[in-house]
Every structure is written in C-alpha cells, then in structure tokens.
C-alpha cells in the first residue's frame, strides 16, 4: 500500500478518530504513525539506515528522508548512518560535528507484512500514551473518593470502571462479605495509583480507615471547612470503628457536629460502611485523657503511661474487664491503633495485688539491708522510699518528716545505707577486675562498679570495646517484628540507664579513643539541653 495523495487527509482523519476514542492527543498518534512508517521503510531499504518519516499535520503528506550524521573521520562506525566531515561538504556549506545531512528518498509500498507491522507500532504507541494519560489523571487523586461501577469480577478481585479507566477492588479491601453484580455502583477510597507492566494500576479500598475519614469529610460541612479535623482513625472493617475528632471553635462540639441532628450524618457513614459500629471521640493532647475517652464505653480507674517503652497501663473496676477489652478484644484493639500506645489493661483488685507484692519486696530489702525491723520498713516504703540511693542521699529533713524518726534516727539509717552501697560498690568493682575489666574502662566517667559488673559478664571489659556498642544494647528498647512489638534487653538496662545518656557515654568514648570529632558530642550536648529545656517548659 503506497501512500497516495488520496490517502493523505485520511491519515489525518484516522488520527483524529483515534484519539477522540481514546482521548489523547491526536499529535501523539501521528507520531505513532511516523515511527511505524519508518519501521518499515528501514526493512525495504535497509535496518542500517536511520529513515525518518515525518507526516504534514495540515495535509497529511508522508516525506521520508534519510538522515547521517556528521562525525570525526576516524570515529566512523556505520557508514549508512554516519558521515565524514569531507563527505559532507558536498551536501552542506560548512559542516559541523554533530551535524545531520538529510535526503529525502522516495515513499516506500506497504506489503501486507509491513502494514501489519505499521499497524502493531501504532497500536502499542496509542496504548502507552493511553496509559500515560490514565497514570497522570489519577496520581493526583490519590487519597479520595471515587464513584464507579462493576465491569467483572476476577478471582475474587473486582473490576470497577471509574471513568477514563479501571480501578481494582482486592478481595481484601472489601468489607465483610460484600458481593457485587455487574454493573453495581460502588464508592471507593483510591488508596494507590502505580505504573506497573501492564499499566497504570488505580488500587481502590473499602476498609483503609483513611475511606471512612473521607465519607466524614463529605457528611461534616464543618470537617470539609478545618473547623473540626479528624485526628486518628482506627477500623475493624464492617464490625465497628473509633473516629477521633477536635473543633477548633469553642462554640461547636466536635461530637454533635459528627453525630448531625438525630444521627443523620453519622448514620450516612454507618450505611456506606454496611452498618460499621461508629464511635465518635474527642480528641485530646494528653495522652491518658485521650485513651480514657478511647475505651469508652468502659470506665477507667487509673492510667499509667511508661512513654519510653511506648506502652501504657489501664487499671479499671473488676465488673468493667469485660467491656474495656471488648468481644475478642476488638475495644482495646482499636484504642490502642486510636493512640498509637501498646495497653496492658488490668482490674483494680490485680493492681491491688501487684501493689502488695512490691510493697512487701521494698519492705524486706529495706529490712535484709538496713537491719531495720518490718515497721520501720514499712514506714520508708510508705513514704515513698523505693531503693537504697534514695535514702542514703536524700535531704535529711526528708527523713525528720517521717513520724517517730529524729535526727538521730535519720542519721544512722543514712550511714548504714551509705555503707552498705559502698560494700556493694567494693564487692562489684572487685568482680568487674577478677573478670578481666581494665583500667580504661574503670576509669572511664559515668559507669558505676555495678555497671562495671554487668558489662564485663557480657563481655565488654575494654573501652573499645564499650565505644562500637550501640545506645539500644545498653538502655534496651523496643523493635517491631511482623507488626508485633518485641522487648532487646539491654545490658545497663537494670540501671534505669535511658537511651539518651547511653548514647552520650558511649559517644564520650569515642571521643576520648580519637574515634570522633569531640564537635559532634558537643553537638550532640546541646541538643540534648534544648530537649530537656522544652521538656521544662511542657512541664
């Protein structure tokens, strides 16, 4: 098939239908067009030759022209492609590296081969700039809502058609048991949008809480303006939720404003999300307040946060264990996605009880320590008296306060603690040397003889050997396996040691070895001082 002149204008209508069907450029598909005539120009003169075709937008007549590029004389590799800059002086004045000398060579006739081939490049053009347009009309839409409606189901997976594409509902981000028919609208969050080989692909979802935060947006006129603003969103998909919400006008309750006249605003969501159980929560800055309010409906007695491991204890009325946890432990579950906290949740009579065991613990160390009978005991741990430290080097007046303690009480029990931890310190540091410990490290500032003890037992006995340690093998911490948070026990951890001073001990080290520039520990000082300043300030 020769291109003619009665031909022309059709490949330029051709063009036009193709991509008013597809809704591309139709500049994109003449280009396709030039690139498959050129194809197939080449196999009629040659694959050596570079043949380019170009095709007029207003006429739609095809010029093909062979092109060679100018280079040095001795970098000749391809003389159909590549010309001398002595060669091309008889087709340009004054050739350049780099140049191109073009002749226009006459139209090639398609055989039925080359036309089915012409046919293939241009349909796999069409199709990427298809993609492409697909790609950049939904990347942006990225964390919204979508309307669609069913095409066909695949392996359980559903194919929704979303207007200028197609959109995949996973068997997994459908709620429940949900079951769809061709041609059912369905509203989805559109959770990702990737290039993958086959295309761009528009993931949709039912069950990221992220979707039930949208539909809020679209029911709450004052969510949509950032009068309220949803805080956290924690989901069991189809069963039930918890929605934290905060108004930043005092005159509007966050609550009532989500709930809408006679639950109409919520019961819109409730029915989107096949009858999901909605609790609604205001949002608070302090963390116990806010986890109280999370295990609503349950009543909470106490709560104790321990803020570096990242868990929280709630201690609640023997009769509310029940209701806190919730049907296979979905209420605390979801409290704890709400807060982002590990909780352990215990009654008043288990806390009661751990309580005694640790009274009764301090009592006898006190008793085993300081040669004090069990009233005088009980009495320090009454007044909060937790460990031997405390009552060595506390004010005295501390001591005086206590009813029935003089200052000559106070007096002996100070000095029968202080030589029992220098005792201590004697035995550990004597340990610490039996076991190889050296000088360095014993000298080295910060470390206790008990520290000393407990290093050399796990096999740090040099300053090296304390400086490649890392903060966490010293302070403990926490990692996160599989979604499942895991303890590392850390060897100065029994020390209430914290990752912070042991992170600068162990930089001090590595300073003093020539390790590291002592810059960076001041650095690393006055960060620290700016953080206790703003936890001051907090306070």
Not at 18 to 23: D, G, I, P, Q, S
Not at 153 to 163: A, P, Q
Not at 211 to 223: G, Q, R
Request: charged content about 30%.
């Amino acid at each position: 098939m020769a291109i003619t002149s009665a031909n022309q204008l059709e490949l330029l209508q051709t063009a036009e239908a193709v991509a008013r069907e597809k809704m591309i450029d139709p500049d994109l598909v003449i280009q396709a067009m030039e690139e498959s005539l050129a194809r197939a120009a080449k196999s009629r003169y040659g694959a050596d030759l570079d043949i380019r075709v170009r095709i007029d937008r207003k006429t739609g007549r095809a010029t093909f022209a062979r092109v060679r590029t100018v280079v040095e004389d001795d970098l000749v590799e391809n003389h159909h492609a590549q010309i001398t800059v002595k060669q091309a002086k008889a087709h340009l004045p004054d050739p350049q590296i780099g140049d191109e000398v073009i002749d226009e060579v006459p139209p090639v006739d398609l055989g039925r081969i080359a036309a089915q081939s012409a046919k293939q490049v241009i349909l796999q053009k069409v199709r990427e700039a298809e993609c492409d347009r697909q790609f950049e009309e939904f990347k942006d839409r990225k964390g919204t809502i979508i309307n669609g409606q069913v095409k066909r189901e695949e392996y359980g997976n559903v194919i929704v058609d979303i207007g200028r594409g197609e959109g995949i509902l996973r068997r997994n981000e459908k709620i429940g048991r949900e079951s769809y028919r061709i041609g059912d609208r369905v509203r989805c969050f559109i959770k990702d949008v990737r290039r993958e080989a086959r295309g761009p692909q528009v993931f949709l979802s039912r069950t990221d809480p992220q979707f039930m935060a949208e539909l809020f947006k679209m029911e709450v006129p004052e969510i949509y303006d950032g009068i309220i603003e949803i805080k956290a969103v924690a989901r069991d998909p189809g069963s039930r939720a918890k929605i934290a919400v905060i108004s930043y006008d005092n005159s509007i309750d966050p609550v009532g404003a989500c709930v809408g006249m006679r639950g109409s605003r919520v019961q819109a969501v409730v029915n989107e999300l096949q009858g999901e159980k909605i609790d609604i929560i205001p949002w608070n800055q302090d963390q116990a307040t806010f986890l109280v309010n999370a295990l609503q409906p349950a009543e909470v007695s106490k709560v104790v946060i321990d803020e570096e491991a990242g868990k929280i204890e709630v201690v609640v009325p023997d009769e509310q264990l029940s209701l806190a946890i919730g049907r296979r432990g979905q209420n605390v579950r979801l409290a704890s996605q709400l807060t982002g906290l590990d909780i352990d949740i215990m009654t008043e009579s288990e806390e009661s009880t751990r309580r005694q065991a640790e009274f009764t613990e301090r009592t006898k160390l006190f008793m085993d320590t300081l040669d004090v009978d069990e009233m005088m005991a009980q009495l320090l741990v009454s007044e909060g008296f937790t460990n031997l430290e405390e009552v060595a080097y506390v004010d005295a007046d501390e001591l005086l306060s206590i009813d029935g303690f003089d200052e000559g009480t106070a007096g002996e029990l100070q000095a029968r603690a202080r030589d029992y931890i220098e005792a201590e310190a004697k035995k550990a540091l004597e340990a610490a040397r039996a076991m190889g410990v050296e000088e360095s490290l014993i000298t080295f500032e910060g470390l206790t003889p008990q520290m000393l003890e407990a290093l050399a037992k796990d096999g740090i006995k040099t300053l090296e050997d304390f400086a490649t340690c890392a903060d966490w093998e010293l302070a403990g911490g926490w990692t996160t396996e599989g979604g499942v948070r895991k303890k590392d026990e850390g060897v100065l951890e029994a020390f209430d040691i914290s990752l912070e001073e042991a992170q600068m001990l162990v930089m001090t080290a590595r300073v003093m070895l020539g390790w590291v520039d002592p810059s960076e520990l001041e650095k690393m000082n006055a960060v620290t001082e700016e953080v206790d300043e703003d936890a001051e300030a907090e306070a």
